[in-house]
Structure formats: C-alpha cells, structure tokens
C-alpha cells in the first residue's frame, strides 16, 4: 500500500503572536565583530582620512608601518573574534550545539573549529597588507574593509543551518573577494583575474541557488538538520528532483573549492591576485568552503550517501592526479602553488569522501594544517613579487640562489614546502596520514592508492624550487628571457636605469653592475627600491612573524600532533543534530 504524504501549515488566527527568534549574542559575536568593524573604518576614513607621508614610505620605519591604524584595528578584531570562538568551544563541549540565530544558524563543534581557522587567517593577513598597500599605492581602508566583509561571509557559511543563509554567507564572501582581487588597478593582470573570477562564480553561485530549489521541493524545507531528520523519516522513491539538486549543490560548493573540473579560475587566479589576497584565499576560501560542503552533504544529506559518494569519489580522484601533474610542469611558484592547491583539494576530498566522523575529522585537521601552511609559502612568495604585487615575477628561475642571499629565509620556504610534500615529521605527512586512514576505513581502497600517488608526483614539484634555491647559481650563463649573461652587454642595455641609490660618492651610472643588480633587472624591480632578494632592504616584520609562526606550528604538529587532533575529533562528534 503506497503511503502519501502532504505537508500542511497551521491556519493562523487572530489569536497568533508572532515569534521572534532566541539570539545568542556571544556565539554571533565573530560575525558582529567582522561586519561591525569593517563599517565602522569605513565611516572613519571617510570623515577622517589619514594623514599624507611627506616623506618617502622606504624611508618609513617598519614597526610604523605594520602597526598602522587600519592594521591594528582589524588584528584586534580577529583576536576578539577568536576569543568568542574559544569560549563558545567551551560552551558547546558542555551544553551540545547550540542555536545562534533562531534555527538559521548554529554553534557546533565543525563550525567553530572552522571559524577559528578563518580568523587566524584574518590576522595573519593583516599582518601582510601593509607592504603591499604600500608598493600597489592602494588605500589600506578599503582592502580591510573587503577583507574582513569577505571573512564574516565565510563564518556564516561555516555555521549556517540553512541552505538560504549559507548562499547568503557564499556571496558575501565572494562578491567582496572578486574586488580584493582586482583592486590592483596599476596591474592589468589583476584587472583580469578579477573579472575571470566573478563570471565563473556568478555561474557557480546560480547553480547552488537551483540547487536549494530541487531540494527544497523534495524535502518541504531549506534548513540543514530538518533535511538530515526528512531522509531518516522517509525513503524517496522518485528521487531524479533530489539527485539533480544534489549535483547542482556540488558544482556550486566544489567550485569554491576549486574541485577538477570546476578548477580552472585557481591557476589565473591565484597568480595574478595580489599575493597577501591569494593567500587569504588558500587558507580562509579554502576553509568555509568545505566546512559549507561537508555541512551540506555529510551532515544534511548523510542518509543519501550512498548517492553521493562515487561522484565524490571521481571528483577526489580527478582532482589529486590534475593538481599534481601540472603542478609539475609549472615555471611560476604561484602557479605551481595553485595547482599544488588543487591537489590539496582533492585529498581533502578523500575524507569527504569516508562520510564518517574519522573522515570529518581528518579534513578539520588538514584544513587547519594547510591553512598555516599556505599563509607562509604565500608570505615568501610575496617577498619574491614585483612591486605591483603580481607573481609574474616569483618563478622558479628567479629564486635560483636564493639559499646564498637570504638563508633563513630560504630554510623557512624549504620546511613549508617539504610540509605540502608529506615528509615525515612536518603537520602535512600528518594530515595526509589522517585522511589517507578515513579513506582505508572506509574501505575507499582505491581512492588512497591515488591519494599516495598524487603525493610522490607532487613531491617533483616541489623538489624543483628547493634545487633552484640551493643548487642553482643564481646568475644563469644563458636565459631564456633575454637577458644576455654578460655584464657590460647588460649595462649597455640597461644604462638608463640607476642600478643603486645616490650615496652622495659619485655617479651610480659608472659603477659596474654586479649579481644582484642583474637578480633585481631580471625580476623587473628597479635597483635601489628594497629588493628583498638581494638584501637592499629588510625584511617587513609582519611578514617574519607570519613565516616564524607557520614553520613552528608545522614543524610542531608534526612532531605532536596529537592536541589538534584531539580538537578535529571533538568537533566532528560535536555535529549539529538537536536543532529542529
């Protein structure tokens, strides 16, 4: 006998109140502090704008420069934030989750270890704006106010228990993102990556929207645990509506996390974005990305796994061989570093791919991992860009020798990068481990295979820039750019660019150019303007902070991991599931 079902709505009367509904200040106190922030510096450099530098920003001194206002006001705020997040940790571990907003949005253990991540990033960002402000000529006040508009987006992502509030938290994120990456307006390159980004999201973000539609038609409703509850209750016979929802979900969730074959904005992206821009993207994007997919399909649509689970298991598997093979073939360290991200997708995908609380965990635990990781190889590379900020210039070419000028440095770049490789005793070989063991209990046999293949051809890639950097000369007998290997020939060619700043001892023109002038020519950063790589100006102290912090922290879960991975494992046992 065929059961029907139909769905009612009570018949109001005049005798019914309107509920408004319960608030929990403290767990929306992060999305408070983001969006709270970023209008009020906008309305203060707009009544009061800061004052002009008389003198000349190289002449600056470097503590003034980090801890300017803008700085300092958003590097409070994402300490705050944090801090709310902790005590909410501490709330939920006690009490379960908890209901934010009503029932649209939530504390539970997944969206507070990802918010916690999303803030750090905040701060460690704000940490590396100052010198590209400075070099771009951009107001600071407008990049902060993107950046933190775009991290409160992806807070809400991270704990929305509704479809309609998670689009809401997608495009808020995104649509400040697509200006962060074009308000280079001195480089075209940025310009272009700009516009490239928001045609393909606009087509991503339409697909999510259908997406809620077909699955709102099937189910009667938007929010995440009444989804969860309908498919415990009932078996969906006729399920072409909810299958087709459940695709255009996923195109529009795996685009932002750059899942082949919705990855080909991240390569364009990443590399003509402003560096400190594209490192908010490898860490924080990254991380409300797929705490909203794993929110979306593990937790809402956990009963139908079934249904998602070999498409996810294509997409893991396309997604780590791509990322690794190209990432070998790549000439610019930000390129290669993109479809190195491409392939970190894809492993993270593995443990999306378990739909377990091992699974849930091991990706909590590499999200958290890569997103350290990433702020200090993007910190690095953003020392080897020009002075507009793009990465034409940070190849592997140009970091030939690198190890002979700036060691420490160096040493920092070598440890990130053996990291994203998997070597032992560094936090990566431990998240690859973690979500390579949700995938074998699983009994995703063959997806850990790829998964183990995919790290030994990424390894290749890597390896490349760290020859480049100890083994390699850096000043090449032959290029291919076209510059000639003779030094006069070069000054001949390049006469009319002062090769060092006027010491007051003579004609700078006449003094022969030496190795490092020749470096500074062929990255394209006129002499005598603080070329990091030669050691004409100092390292920016924001940008040692962040790189000091990332090896640590790497080199630290590497060897103990087991704190973070006590926090991965709580979160994904404290999942949203008595919300109605």
Not at 58 to 82: D, H, N, P, Q, Y
Not at 249 to 265: E, I, M, N, R, T
Not at 286 to 302: H, N, Q
Not at 463 to 485: C, H, K, Q
Request: hydrophobic share 55%; charged share 10%; with cysteine.
């Amino acid at each position: 006998m065929t059961r029907f079902l139909a769905q009612t709505s009570p018949v109001a009367d005049s005798t019914t109140s309107v509920v408004t509904p319960s608030i929990d200040f403290l767990g929306l106190l992060p999305v408070l502090l983001l969006t709270a922030g970023a209008v009020l510096l906008l309305m203060f450099r707009s009544l009061i704008p800061p004052p002009m530098n008389l003198s000349s920003p190289m002449k600056t001194s470097s503590v003034k420069r980090l801890f300017s206002f803008e700085t300092a006001w958003m590097f409070v705020l994402a300490v705050g934030g944090l801090v709310t997040v902790v005590v909410q940790w501490f709330r939920v571990q006690d009490e379960g989750p908890i209901a934010v907003f009503g029932s649209e949005f939530a504390s539970d253990g997944l969206a507070l270890f990802a918010a916690a991540v999303i803030l750090i990033s905040v701060a460690a960002v704000a940490l590396l704006l100052p010198r590209f402000c400075e070099q771009a000529q951009i107001k600071k006040a407008e990049l902060y106010v993107l950046l933190m508009l775009s991290a409160a987006g992806g807070v809400v992502m991270t704990g929305a228990n509704d479809l309609i509030v998670m689009f809401l938290g997608l495009e808020t994120l995104s649509i400040a993102l697509y200006v962060m990456v074009a308000l280079n307006r001195h480089g075209l390159m940025s310009i272009e990556a700009g516009i490239k980004y928001f045609v393909l999201g606009s087509f991503s973000s339409a697909f999510f929207l259908y997406g809620i539609a077909m699955i709102y038609s099937t189910t009667g409703t938007t929010r995440i645990s009444g989804i969860n509850a309908f498919f415990a209750d009932y078996i969906v016979l006729r399920d072409g509506v909810l299958l087709t929802g459940l695709a255009l979900l996923l195109v529009g969730l795996c685009f932002k996390v750059a899942s082949v074959p919705f990855h080909a904005w991240l390569p364009d992206v990443y590399q003509m974005a402003p560096t400190p821009i594209t490192a908010f993207m490898a860490s924080a994007v990254k991380v409300a990305g797929f705490a909203a997919l794993m929110r979306v399909i593990v937790l809402a649509l956990g009963e139908r796994a079934h249904n998602w689970q070999p498409a996810v298991f294509v997409l893991a598997s396309a997604t780590l061989l791509l990322g690794a093979i190209l990432a070998t073939v790549q000439n610019n360290i930000k390129r290669l570093l993109a479809y190195s991200s491409i392939s970190h997708a894809g492993f993270m995908l593995v443990g999306v791919q378990a739909a377990s609380h091992e699974g849930v965990a091991a990706v909590l635990f590499y999200l958290a991992v890569y997103a350290v990781i990433s702020l200090g190889s993007f910190t690095i590379v953003s020392l080897l860009t020009g002075p507009d900020g793009d990465g034409d210039s940070a190849t592997v070419a140009s970091a030939a020798g690198l190890a002979s000028r700036k060691p420490l440095l160096t040493a920092a770049f070598v440890v990130l990068l053996l990291a994203q490789a998997g070597i032992p005793l560094t936090s990566g070989f431990m998240s690859k481990f973690y979500v390579i063991s949700a995938a074998v209990e699983a009994r995703s046999f063959w997806l850990a295979v790829v998964a183990i293949v995919s790290a030994v051809i990424t390894a290749f890639a890597y390896l490349r820039i760290v020859v480049s950097m100890y083994f390699t000369s850096d000043i090449p007998a032959t290029a291919d750019d076209g510059i000639p290997s003779d030094v006069d020939t070069v000054k001949d060619c390049h006469s009319d660019i002062p090769v060092a700043a006027d010491t007051g001892k003579g004609d700078n023109l006449e003094r022969p150019l030496t190795a490092a002038h020749l470096t500074t020519l062929k990255l394209g950063i006129p002499a005598g303007k603080g070329d990091p790589l030669t050691g004409a100006e100092r390292l920016p102290i924001g940008a040692v902070v962040v790189v000091s912090v990332a090896v640590v922290v790497t080199l630290l879960v590497g060897v103990l991991p087991s704190p973070l991975v006590s926090l991965a494992l709580d979160a994904s046992a404290n999942l949203l599931g008595s919300i109605p």
